[in-house]
């Protein structure tokens, strides 16, 4: 474990003494656990969402985005598409919609897991008692984010809730037996380096099974759009190699974007950079195109399929594991 100061300063210092300082063992902890890139199935079955984060290109005021939600039945099928194409873990992700969700979602978890797919959820703020079945149906890992460890920080940017609200979520998903998955926004507009590393540290202390982080990305109609442009890919891969030296098994995405922002999180280098600096999951999107454009939390998604995968892990060398 890091101390903040120790976090602060590799935050600060000069990229090239990263990449020897930090990066490089972060590969190198990563090599020595057999270099495996986890390719991870992923269906945003609805993108209909009640609450009003100031970031999120689906939050309920953006009424200028077409919503959808998938059924029960529409989920199973794709499941089996993800089945026969060899994936072993499925990502069930939705806008925080839980009166309308929670039943068909059941129904998904179950459907899944009885295809022996390992499930990961992410899916927005439940009743304790919630998690629990959905453990029950035989969901593994559940995602809560913190989004931002600044208590006054995320009550401003996420109205609908509160952070005392938030970390019970979090608490309650650890005790339902389910993994949890967690982390931050790296570098929204306004934030501070101290407030990056505090996010460090609470994603550290947390012992995630699963660090979701990517840098800010500006979606259209969102009132944080006004305040900023996109956070830094490069404070983004600091984090990536600060998580893995830190959280030596936990998984960390890959899917990161790179200074192009029009192959959203399946730009190559992108993808790289977070790869070599300890990275391990990337995701196959199986939602039809026209659905895919629709689940958009920030503008510039883009995820690709299995063919993506594959190229990653050719031209990175890391053995693809799909199971
Ligand atoms: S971040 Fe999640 S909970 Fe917040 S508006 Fe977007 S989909 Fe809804």
Same mark, same amino acid.
């Given at each position: 474990?890091?101390?903040?100061?120790?976090?602060?300063?590799?935050?600060?210092?000069?990229?090239?003494?990263?990449?020897?300082?930090?990066?490089?063992?972060?590969?190198?902890?990563?090599?020595?656990?057999?270099?495996?890139?986890?390719?991870?199935?992923?269906?945003?079955?609805?993108?209909?969402?009640?609450?009003?984060?100031?970031?999120?290109?689906?939050?309920?005021?953006?009424?200028?985005?077409?919503?959808?939600?998938?059924?029960?039945?529409?989920?199973?099928?794709?499941?089996?598409?993800?089945r026969q194409?060899?994936?072993? @873990? *499925?990502? #069930?992700?939705? +806008? $925080?919609?839980?009166?309308?969700?929670?039943?068909? /979602?059941?129904?998904?978890? !179950? =459907?899944?897991?009885?295809?022996?797919? @390992? *499930?990961? #959820?992410?899916? +927005? $703020?439940?009743?304790?008692?919630?998690?629990?079945? /959905?453990?029950?149906?035989? !969901? =593994?890992?559940?995602?809560?984010?913190?989004?931002?460890?600044?208590?006054?920080?995320?009550?401003?940017?996420?109205?609908?809730?509160?952070?005392?609200?938030?970390? !019970? =979520?979090?608490?309650?998903?650890?005790?339902?037996?389910?993994?949890?998955?967690?982390?931050?926004?790296?570098?929204?507009?306004?934030?501070?380096?101290?407030?990056? !590393?505090?996010?460090?540290?609470?994603?550290?202390?947390?012992?995630?099974?699963?660090?979701?982080?990517?840098?800010?990305?500006?979606?259209?109609?969102?009132?944080?759009?006004?305040?900023?442009?996109?956070?830094?890919?490069?404070?983004?891969?600091?984090?990536?190699?600060?998580?893995?030296?830190?959280?030596?098994?936990?998984?960390?995405?890959?899917?990161?974007?790179?200074?192009?922002?029009?192959?959203?999180?399946?730009?190559?280098?992108?993808?790289?950079?977070?790869?070599?600096?300890?990275?391990?999951?990337?995701?196959?999107?199986?939602?039809?195109?026209?659905?895919?454009?629709?689940?958009?939390?920030?503008?510039?998604?883009?995820?690709?399929g299995l063919?993506?995968?594959?190229e990653m892990?050719?031209?990175?060398?890391?053995?693809?594991?799909?199971?």
């Amino acid at each position: 474990m890091f101390t903040k100061q120790e976090i602060l300063d590799a935050l600060a210092m000069p990229w090239p003494a990263f990449q020897a300082a930090f990066a490089a063992p972060a590969k190198a902890a990563w090599r020595a656990r057999g270099d495996v890139m986890q390719g991870v199935a992923m269906i945003g079955f609805s993108n209909v969402c009640r609450n009003q984060c100031l970031y999120c290109g689906m939050r309920a005021g953006n009424t200028a985005l077409p919503r959808y939600r998938l059924t029960a039945s529409q989920v199973r099928e794709l499941a089996q598409g993800a089945r026969q194409q060899g994936f072993g @873990r *499925l990502f #069930l992700i939705s +806008g $925080e919609d839980p009166r309308h969700n929670f039943a068909p /979602l059941l129904e998904m978890v !179950a =459907a899944a897991a009885g295809m022996g797919l @390992r *499930l990961t #959820l992410a899916c +927005g $703020e439940y009743e304790p008692a919630q998690y629990q079945e /959905l453990k029950a149906a035989g !969901a =593994a890992e559940y995602v809560v984010k913190f989004e931002m460890s600044n208590p006054a920080s995320f009550n401003r940017l996420n109205p609908s809730t509160s952070f005392a609200a938030r970390m !019970a =979520a979090i608490e309650a998903v650890q005790r339902s037996g389910m993994l949890l998955a967690s982390g931050n926004i790296i570098d929204w507009p306004g934030q501070t380096l101290d407030e990056l !590393a505090e996010d460090i540290l609470l994603t550290a202390r947390l012992q995630v099974s699963w660090a979701p982080v990517v840098p800010y990305l500006p979606a259209a109609n969102t009132p944080l759009a006004q305040e900023g442009g996109r956070g830094s890919v490069e404070l983004a891969l600091r984090e990536i190699a600060l998580l893995r030296l830190m959280l030596p098994q936990a998984d960390i995405t890959g899917g990161q974007p790179g200074e192009d922002m029009r192959n959203g999180f399946s730009d190559r280098q992108g993808n790289l950079n977070a790869l070599a600096a300890g990275a391990n999951v990337l995701f196959a999107d199986l939602l039809p195109a026209p659905l895919a454009d629709d689940f958009r939390v920030t503008d510039h998604r883009a995820v690709q399929g299995l063919a993506h995968l594959q190229e990653m892990a050719a031209l990175s060398g890391m053995q693809l594991r799909l199971d």
